[in-house]
């Protein structure tokens, strides 16, 4: 063959080397993981020996959501190299994005009985303990793998974010109502104070005050959360109020949640009391992120009221829309729309007689601290024949 035809051949042909792997790797770190992913595939194609290619493969396929293909990655190159402590990393991580918290154990045992002083161990341990609800070991880890690598932010967030989850905290809330109309002004406020019992369970203590058409009412109780599984968590509480007219005089509510996938089913029962008339509320309900720093929820309210102006088993149906964004680390802003009385925190008597209402409402939370959250929301009701502006301000402290 003449060198002339021989060196054309050799400028067609890619490069198979370094410069096609800094390519696809500036590619991968650019965010640009379908380019990359082509790029680290045909290294790969070429050298199936190629390790790290491999490695970037399966970080790719779970950076894109496709966790299962991650793990057969991960899977055939511990099949050939089962000391590859990247890859059990990596397999840990996607089988932990898939809820098979049990298996992801295996693998991270695995890398952390070779690599037991490498903080990517430690912090990928950290968060298999965390997810299976075991907060103090989770803390634990997490405190040895900073203990290493004091510089490593992601770790210190996860650190602060378990930390925060796991505290005793005290729960203050200021809730305010302005009628378009001639009724004076609601002033309501609300103290919780939520212990943690054990990690998968803690109590709490809520007192409430209200002074709604010139009366003052007030209502106190208690409840308990609970994890009886990694993957379910339900809330349990009551209230109770002596001569309360606007407020109800009984409340109890119970509240479950369901995680698989990355999904949280939610299922509500809500039974309230007044001195003439009740209302039981059923809310399912879904909330996922379509996005990393985006969560949505949707919820349906089925209400069965009870009043003496009411035919016996009287209906109303209702739903929310909301959508919270995570703006910083320590920022967050929501918005939403809700068709439905039933989906308000506090329910008075008025809001029976009204029936069902328009809400839009939008808010922020922002944390100062890590262990300190401020949280506010403007509502704006239309209900029938008058129209209501409602602000909610909450001071959370964690300890």
Wanted: net charge negative; glycine share 8%; aromatic share 10%.
């Amino acid at each position: 063959m003449p060198a002339a035809v021989l060196s054309a051949l050799l400028v067609a042909q890619p490069s198979q080397g370094p410069d096609r792997r800094a390519e696809a790797e500036r590619l991968a770190r650019a965010g640009q993981r379908a380019q990359a992913l082509k790029e680290f595939q045909a290294l790969a194609a070429a050298n199936p020996d190629d390790i790290e290619a491999r490695l970037w493969i399966a970080r790719l396929h779970a950076e894109m959501g496709n966790q299962y293909r991650a793990v057969d990655v991960y899977q055939s190159i511990l099949a050939t190299a089962p000391q590859n402590v990247d890859a059990l990393l990596g397999l840990g991580d996607a089988l932990l994005n898939l809820g098979r918290l049990t298996d992801a154990g295996d693998a991270l045992n695995r890398a952390e009985a070779i690599a037991a002083d490498r903080p990517a161990v430690l912090a990928a341990q950290g968060r298999l303990h965390s997810m299976a609800r075991r907060s103090t070991l989770a803390l634990a880890y997490y405190q040895r793998a900073m203990a290493l690598d004091p510089a490593n932010i992601s770790i210190r967030d996860a650190y602060d974010d378990l930390r925060a989850e796991r505290a005793h905290r005290v729960e203050g809330t200021y809730y305010f109502e302005h009628f378009d109309i001639d009724v004076p002004d609601t002033h309501a406020g609300f103290v919780e104070v939520n212990a943690r019992v054990t990690d998968s369970f803690r109590v709490f203590a809520d007192g409430q005050h209200q002074r709604k058409f010139a009366l003052d009412e007030d209502r106190g109780g208690a409840g308990l959360e609970w994890s009886p599984r990694h993957d379910v968590w339900v809330r349990a509480g009551a209230l109770f109020g002596s001569g309360t007219e606007v407020l109800p005089d009984r409340e109890v509510a119970f509240e479950a949640q369901y995680s698989r996938h990355g999904v949280q089913w939610l299922g509500g029962v809500r039974y309230v009391h007044f001195a003439d008339s009740r209302v039981v509320i059923v809310s399912p309900g879904v909330t996922f992120s379509p996005r990393e720093s985006l969560t949505v929820t949707a919820r349906y309210y089925r209400g069965q009221i009870d009043t003496p102006n009411s035919v016996s088993g009287e209906g109303d149906n209702g739903w929310l829309l909301d959508g919270t964004a995570h703006v910083t680390r320590r920022f967050w802003i929501n918005a939403g729309y809700a068709r439905s009385f039933e989906s308000l925190p506090l329910l008075s008597a008025d809001y029976l007689a009204i029936g069902r209402s328009n809400i839009v409402f939008g808010g922020f939370r922002f944390d100062p601290l890590p262990l300190t959250s401020i949280a506010a929301t403007w509502q704006q009701q239309w209900r029938r024949d008058v129209n209501v502006g409602a602000a909610i301000v909450t001071l959370t402290q964690r300890f």
